[in-house]
């Protein structure tokens, strides 16, 4: 039982910062923009986040300046798309590759600066620890209700988010715009504005997600390289998710849970004598699995007669005259 | 609605196409526009900018290793580039190169260590059929299904990158495990009647880069298949009308771009740049890069040709001028970064221009108020 509830526990810890990219990457979706640069937007949040968390010591500021450097990079993106038309996917390689090249810039300077750790305050408040009473619900309390505080984060963050496109009016609207942009224009919603805010709030989100990354998986200390594909795959999780935040919980889950077994499949067979084949799988199939499972709902949802669940206009530009 | 009459309407058109003269001096004053930038930014590092560019430029080239090493960077980034260009060119988002240039490093090697006996040219070309055919038909997989059901390409392209990435990973820990590395997780060292032929002191790639150049010029301007690759590119009913068949056409394409994707990562493993072994940092990014340097090359082999040396030469000169300046290699990637985004928004500049019209405003807010 041990084993289930530790494994359960450490798929949670390990989807994450995927929840943040992936509601991040849903929210800029909606909008019609296809942003392919949630892996640098990740790296420009999770050096703002560390830096700020390093300086100064205080979290909040730390999320908000992660959130402030995901913005800037989806700054750049909207400004190109949105204003200047770039082409979409180009752009958000360029921004990959400008986030990654940041991070790692800026990261080797704080290295050299002397080691960059977090402080004990900082660790000690990013610690895991059971919430009073809820925590002490045997099993269900170590696997829900003891992670670090960034967690809950993630999935208030997911949980509005899906209330935001399923309730409200502006919700209403963005989808509207990332399925016909013509028609929402003729409707006298701003597309232009539409596409630049949740592309906006999109990438905050993604850069929470990077901060995430540098101070929870570096146990406090930088690393240049820490993000390390999770932006990628936390694309891969926005079709699995098929554009909903709420289904991208429980992906994070399943993606997280795969990140995760490699490790524990020994544990596994360990302990279950009918589960012993596990040992015997290559570490390489689990990390290929997402992948695969993604390639294959991508597939199989187009396959299906109303199309596939990616809002219609998605990787296309706006072009007023040319409707 | 008050100030009517100071409203002044701006809006975009598209402009009739500026002549390559005048295209190609404004690409060229928007990368001098980028160095810019990143010579303010280098500047606020507290480096000189001019000192910098010095640097890089002058340490790229200044011994015959850094020639080399600058060539190995070149080398699979150009075939990489005119590749994901051939897709581009069908507006084919071919975002899949990086698993294209792995598989092809994967059908290569099999090819090698299958026939391990071969004499090195027929092994050689055995390596390339094999790297074309397997890499050619991994692309077009996808093609398939973006015809049968329209999946979205960019997508789909991307899951194959990390699919392939772990076959290695798979390999490696696998079938294709070096027993004499002694537990150390690698495949094995090709042998050595599998490497590429030394010529002018490095690897012969760079003979491979001119005839794909040639050959693809040529295909792009003088062959049907590249009229049609254009045709469907600007408009796939345009080439039904025509009598086109789009579906073969598309997958004929994407079967070719791949192709030499992994054509590159062929001569990548068997080229001298990686020890001649496969590896899972066989590709580490090229086939990303490749994406924007084709894109900033306008898809043209002449100026794929010109970026890719751009980027090697600052990739590789912002290694040097780190032991001289005490700045992070990354600096490279800032610099690519800025570059594409400027290039990008002159894109902007080259294909639309603002309008600012007075009356046609207000003609056309009356009409609305009107109706």
Redesign the interface.
Same mark, same amino acid.
């Given at each position: 039982m041990n084993t289930i509830v530790n494994f359960m526990f450490a798929a949670i810890k390990a989807g994450t910062p995927l929840l943040f990219g992936t509601t991040g990457e849903i929210v800029t979706q909606k909008s019609g923009n296809?942003n #392919?640069g949630v892996e640098g937007l990740m790296y420009m949040g999770a050096f703002g986040g560390f830096f700020i968390a390093y300086k100064t010591d205080n979290l909040f500021l730390a999320m908000i300046s992660a959130a402030l450097f995901g913005m800037l990079g989806a700054l750049?993106y909207s400004f190109?798309v949105i204003?200047?038309?770039?082409?979409q996917? $180009?752009?958000g #390689?360029?921004?990959?590759?400008?986030?990654? /090249?940041?991070a &790692?810039?800026f990261g080797?300077?704080l290295i050299?600066g002397g080691s960059p750790k977090l402080s004990q305050k900082m660790t000690e408040l990013l610690s895991e620890k059971p919430i009073p009473v809820l925590g002490e619900i045997p099993f269900i309390g170590k696997i829900l209700f003891s992670h670090n505080i960034l967690v809950y984060l993630a999935i208030v963050i997911a949980l509005i988010v899906w209330a935001y496109m399923r309730f409200t009016r502006p919700g209403m609207k963005l989808k509207a715009v990332g399925e016909n942009p013509a028609a929402a224009d003729a409707m006298g919603i701003n597309v232009d504005i539409t596409k630049y805010v949740h592309t906006l709030i999109g990438g905050a989100i993604c850069g929470m997600g990077g901060a995430y990354i540098s101070l929870i998986n570096g146990n406090g200390i930088w690393n240049?390289g820490c993000v390390n /594909?999770q932006g990628?795959i936390s694309?891969?999780l926005v079709?699995f998710a098929s554009w909903s935040s709420a289904k991208a919980i429980f992906g994070s889950l399943i993606f997280g849970a795969f990140t995760v077994f490699q490790v524990r499949a020994n544990d596994f067979a360990s302990e279950f004598a009918f589960l012993s084949f596990l040992s015997k799988i290559?570490?390489?199939?689990y $990390?290929?699995l997402p992948?695969?499972i993604?390639?294959g709902v #991508?597939?199989v949802s187009?396959?299906r007669s109303g199309? &596939?669940d990616?809002p219609a206009s998605c990787?296309t530009n706006y072009?007023?005259?040319e409707r | 609605m008050n100030n009517k009459n100071k409203k002044i309407s701006i809006h975009i058109a598209k402009r009739p196409p500026l002549p390559a003269k005048t295209v190609t001096l404004l690409y060229i004053f928007a990368i001098f526009l980028a160095l810019c930038f990143g010579g303010i930014f280098i500047l606020c590092l507290g480096v000189n900018p001019f000192k910098f560019f010095a640097k890089v430029f002058t340490g790229s080239l200044q011994s015959k290793l850094a020639r080399v090493a600058l060539m190995r960077i070149i080398m699979p980034l150009f075939i990489t580039s005119i590749g994901v260009s051939v897709a581009f060119k069908m507006k084919f988002w071919n975002t899949g190169a990086e698993g294209q240039f792995i598989m092809g490093a994967v059908f290569a090697c099999w090819a090698a260590f299958t026939f391990e006996n071969l004499p090195q040219p027929i092994m050689l070309l055995l390596m390339a059929v094999s790297a074309i055919i397997g890499g050619g038909l991994f692309g077009m997989v996808t093609a398939f299904f973006k015809c049968k059901f329209g999946t979205n390409e960019t997508l789909l392209t991307l899951m194959f990158n990390y699919i392939a990435l772990y076959i290695v990973q798979l390999l490696r820990d696998g079938i294709w495990r070096d027993p004499a590395a002694g537990g150390f997780p690698k495949i094995a060292q090709l042998p050595e009647n599998a490497w590429v032929y030394q010529l002018g002191g490095i690897d012969m790639t760079w003979v491979i880069c001119i005839i794909l150049y040639i050959i693809a010029n040529i295909y792009f301007s003088k062959t049907k298949q590249g009229y049609e690759i254009s045709v469907v590119g600007d408009s796939q009913n345009t080439a039904r009308y025509a009598g086109m068949d789009v579906n073969k056409i598309v997958m004929r394409t994407m079967f070719i771009s791949s192709a030499i994707c992994a054509l590159a990562g062929m001569f990548q493993v068997a080229g001298d740049g990686t020890s001649h072994t496969l590896t899972t940092g066989i590709a580490s990014g090229i086939g990303f890069t490749a994406i924007t340097v084709a894109w900033l090359g306008k898809l043209n082999p002449t100026g794929i040709m010109a970026v890719s040396v751009l980027f090697g030469i600052l990739e590789k000169g912002c290694g040097v001028a780190k032991s001289t300046f005490n700045l992070s290699p990354a600096v490279a990637d800032i610099l690519q970064g800025i570059i594409l985004f400027v290039i990008l928004g002159f894109d902007f500049v080259i294909t639309y221009k603002i309008v600012f019209d007075k009356k046609n405003a207000n003609a056309e807010e009356k009409k609305g108020e009107n109706a």
């Open positions: 296809m #392919l750049i190109l204003t200047l038309k770039a082409n996917n $180009v752009t #390689l360029a921004l990959t590759t400008f986030g990654t /090249g940041f &790692s810039f080797e300077m050299e240049n /594909g990628w694309v891969a079709i290559p570490n390489a199939i $990390v290929m992948f695969v993604t390639a #991508l597939i187009s396959m199309g &596939s990616q990787g072009y007023r005259e | -």
